[in-house]
């Protein structure tokens, strides 16, 4: 299987093997009554790159990936081996989808890094992205940014939808940006207005203030459980 699928009910995430969703040609994205509440959901590492170790679905509903990290330079100038940093991202669907992060530190030293999460929602309809040709489209409305994070759209039936985001840890920082519409595929116009989907970029620790990770930390030292719901 390309993708990493998990599923309860009537809702369900398709998303890459490491755990990420980019806003792509293949479909990704948290789904919820055939519409897509989250169409980016991308976890980035400050400064390195995360590799992908193993990923594992035991359950239709639950799985767990394991990373690590490649040589980098961390936020004190310290050379940090590859390997030596792992981090893993634990996630259910159970009417609702959660998400666990937890980062550890097995160099004999302290380790500053950050890390972002980007998300972004278009509620675009399952069979629109299939290509099927819809009806018109709504309008995205501004997200609400506050101890939880609010994606918004307005359907053309005037019914609003949204997905909410809440974190145990809340972000140092969020960011908005407003991307340019998708461009009109040459052989299908649009069926009416898309307009921009806001995305969404939370720092767990940017500078000031970074993740410190003790040398060889027995436990996780970073537990943030993420909880998107979309709402019909």
Known sequence: MDHLVLADNGTFIVSQWNG?????????????SDMRHLSRFELVPCGWTAELMSASADRNYVATIQLSNGAFLDMRGQTVLPHTISLRRNRVVAGSFV????LQ???????????ELCVAADFRDMFDIRGFARGRRGTMLPP?????VVLR???????????????????????????????????RPLPGP??????????????????RLPARAGEPTVGDRHHPAGER
């Open 99 to 102: 998400e666990r992060i937890g």
């Open 153 to 187: 759209y307005q359907g053309a039936d005037g019914i609003e939808r949204r997905t909410r985001l809440s974190f145990d840890r809340p972000p140092v920082e969020m960011v908005v940006e407003e991307p340019a519409p998708p461009p009109t595929p040459p052989d």
């Open 194 to 211: 898309i307009g921009a989907c806001p995305t969404v970029h939370r720092a767990d620790a940017h500078r000031p203030g970074p993740l």
């Open 20 to 32: 990420d969703i980019l806003d792509d040609e293949r479909g990704l994205g948290l789904y919820r």
């Open 144 to 148: 609400e940014l506050g101890e939880q």
């Open 105 to 115: 530190n097995y160099n004999p030293f302290p380790v500053e890094t950050a890390l």
